[in-house]
């Protein structure tokens, strides 16, 4: 009876492990897909000061689009205010990180974290209680 | 030496009266003489005792057959919470990365209806790889902010919600009470900028 039931805990147990294991990753992935979206968005928010500081004779006037820290940061904010709430509330403790911004001028590069909770097993984080933290970064470039 | 008998010396005096005094004053405990005490104590261990032994025979065996039956019983839910959360998960799964993927083919899109067309079969793929029948244009929903919907710079946001049904639950009863879950997964892709409304 004993060894009956322990059994069926420890069954239990690891297919609710495993079904919030797999939780939080779906959770990541959709971080991970908006992080995407803001990246994509911001790949073409142009710093008109460094377009305009383009030599006009230069091979990569005409294609190039010239970012800026400070244009990357604002185009995600303005991507996440511009989200749907239901999409942006999802996450727990949602926030842009560092690194964003652009590292060449030319690529943008979004960082966000966030906490996932596992749903199904709660009380096993009890001992980590502030959840696990997501953190992912994207790249894009417009084209 | 003969005979292979070992003769017993008969009990001296002085053990006799040590026999003796054990059976009359005797180590007590608890109210209980020595040999009580030991009876007891061979009853509660299961050793000695015929009836004991032949009631340990009776039930030699349903042990096993009490584990087999109780994990057969406890292993029917467990297996049904485990095919119900794989199903869930895999249409999770499929639904993000079809808002995903939706929501990229209509930001590169020639018009909308090309665009619109790519994303409906773009989110039946990522639901059959999930091994799920969806319908795509039942299961999308474009929502533009503006018109037209691909202007540049414009946001469009990508829906994707579909219904799983619970495994092995027979018609008639998922008719009466509500035996699916909901799944979604939203995506608001950016429409880019440099480039013509269409």
């Given at each position: 009876m004993l060894l009956t039931l322990a059994f069926g805990v420890l069954v239990l147990a690891l297919v609710l492990v495993v079904a919030s294991a797999s939780a939080v990753h779906i959770e990541r992935k959709r971080l991970l897909a908006l992080a995407d979206g803001a990246a994509a968005d911001a790949a073409d928010a142009i710093d008109l000061a460094a377009y305009y500081a383009t030599p006009a004779g230069s091979p990569d006037a005409a294609t190039r689009v010239p970012l800026s820290d400070a244009s990357v940061e604002a185009a995600v904010q303005e991507y996440l205010r511009a989200s749907p709430p239901a999409l942006v509330a999802e996450f727990e403790r949602l926030r842009v990180a560092e690194p964003t911004g652009t590292p060449d001028g030319t690529t943008a590069q979004v960082t966000l974290t966030a906490t996932a909770r596992p749903p199904l097993v709660p009380w096993a984080l009890l001992p980590w209680s502030d959840g696990v933290a997501l953190r992912v970064t994207s790249t894009a470039r417009a084209g | 030496?003969?005979?292979?008998?070992?003769?017993?010396?008969?009990?001296?005096?002085?053990?006799?009266?040590?026999?003796?005094?054990?059976?009359?004053?005797?180590?007590?405990?608890?109210?209980?003489?020595?040999?009580?005490?030991?009876?007891?104590?061979?009853?509660?261990?299961?050793?000695?005792?015929?009836?004991?032994?032949?009631?340990?025979?009776?039930?030699?065996?349903?042990?096993?057959?009490?584990?087999?039956?109780?994990?057969?019983?406890?292993?029917?839910?467990?297996?049904?919470?485990?095919?119900?959360?794989?199903q869930v998960q895999a249409a999770a799964f499929a639904a993000e990365g079809a808002a995903r993927e939706a929501g990229r083919l209509l930001a590169r899109a020639e018009s909308l209806e090309a665009g619109a067309s790519a994303a409906r079969f773009a989110v039946e793929l990522a639901f059959e790889d999930q091994g799920l029948d969806v319908d795509g244009a039942e299961a999308l929903r474009i929502s533009c902010a503006g018109e037209p919907c691909l202007a540049p710079g414009a946001r469009v946001v990508v829906e994707v919600s579909a219904s799983v049904d619970l495994p092995l639950v027979p018609d008639f009863v998922a008719d009466a009470v509500p035996a699916a879950v909901p799944v979604t997964a939203t995506h608001v892709t950016a429409v880019p900028q440099f480039r013509e409304a269409r």
């Open positions: - | 030496m003969s005979g292979g008998t070992t003769s017993v010396p008969p009990p001296s005096a002085a053990a006799r009266v040590r026999a003796g005094r054990g059976r009359r004053a005797g180590w007590r405990w608890a109210g209980m003489t020595t040999p009580g005490l030991v009876a007891v104590v061979r009853a509660r261990l299961g050793v000695g005792g015929a009836e004991r032994r032949r009631a340990d025979e009776a039930e030699r065996g349903s042990a096993v057959v009490e584990f087999l039956g109780m994990s057969l019983l406890l292993l029917v839910p467990v297996v049904y919470l485990v095919l119900t959360l794989a």
